[in-house]
């Protein structure tokens, strides 16, 4: 059976017009090919590795993240977690990639972004499940400084530093204490309040002895006094009271030194700062937050 072709009729110059039809398209595909070409060889040349992860589902995604993780590969495990987030942005793979998140970036250095992680993570989930979690962690980002390793090379002690960071840290673990007291985070965090406490007092110290060395003595005595009254009990307490005798000593004020050398006796009756001075902390390990270890 042959199959028969019906020709419609045309318009006077049709056919030339088809030729020319014609020859425009070879243009159009020419110049549609070399496009094509040009972008295949932008994305050739653009360094961009191939995701072999489209497709992959949020648990797939995830599962890889937290073999990463575990192996200690924070940037490849930040990738996947990122991948989670941008491509399944609801749902507890969400949830849990950005907890991961924080502290992927927490142990990788990037302690900035770890804060600001955190911070996203608590206005966006209040009332979450982990937000003891989220407050421990916040707390150990803000623990130590970035330079406390150089700080432990040189023996400078941890009060000597900026005290913003160790107050930050005491506010995490104060909160978390304060709202989850069953919380598995709560025991180390209340160990670490006490050393944050005590690095916190010795900072105050460190001011009121800085304003003796420069015979300042009512400015001395006036931020030793804020010491005793903020820092009761602590070891900065002890010396805060001892630096008043010093300092009414030097104002030739002998009825005031008195009365700080009987407050200090009385509250500190093992005291040796009278017969021996201030002690010296150059090589103290009291206050090394590397001989600790966390619950993570």
């Known amino acids: 059976m042959s199959l028969k072709f019906i020709a419609k009729s045309e318009p006077a110059g049709a056919g030339k017009n088809w030729v020319a039809r014609w020859r425009g398209g070879l243009v159009a595909m020419a110049v549609a090919s070399s496009l094509l070409s040009g972008c295949g060889w932008l994305n050739a040349n653009s360094g961009e590795a191939h995701d072999d992860t489209v497709g992959w589902s949020a648990e797939q995604l995830y599962r890889d993240a937290k073999s990463e993780l ?11 977690l990122e991948r989670v987030q ?48 989220m407050l421990y962690l916040k707390g150990l980002v803000t623990f130590a400084p970035e330079n ?8 400078q002690d941890m009060a000597e530093r900026d005290p913003a960071g160790a107050r930050a840290s005491f ?17 180390d965090a209340r160990l670490r309040l006490n050393w944050l406490l ?10 009121a002895r800085y304003y003796y060395n420069r015979q300042a003595y009512v400015a ?19 010396q805060a ?18 009365d700080a ?36």
């Open 70 to 80: 575990d192996s200690g590969n924070w940037e490849a495990a930040l990738t996947q």
């Open 86 to 133: 941008a491509r399944y942005p609801f749902g507890v793979y969400a949830q849990q990639a950005m907890l991961d998140t924080a502290y992927a970036q927490w142990r990788s250095g990037s302690r900035e972004q770890a804060l600001a992680t955190i911070q996203r993570f608590q206005q966006q989930y209040p009332n979450h499940e982990a937000t003891d979690y």
């Open 148 to 155: 406390a390793f150089i700080n432990r090379l040189v023996g």
């Open 171 to 187: 506010e995490a673990f104060t909160e978390l204490v304060q709202r989850y007291p069953d919380s598995r985070y709560a025991r």
């Open 198 to 207: 005590n690095t916190i007092a010795m900072g105050e110290l460190y001011t």
């Open 220 to 238: 001395a005595i006036n931020r030793a006094e804020t010491v005793i009254a903020d820092f009761q009990g602590t070891e900065a307490a002890e």
């Open 241 to 258: 009271l001892y630096l008043m005798v010093l300092s009414y000593e030097q104002l030739d004020m002998p009825e005031l030194r008195d």
């Open 261 to 296: 050398r009987r407050v200090l006796v009385t509250n500190f009756p093992q005291t040796r700062l009278l017969s021996e001075g201030f002690p010296d902390t150059s090589n103290s390990k009291w206050w090394n937050p590397f001989s600790w270890s966390s619950n993570l």
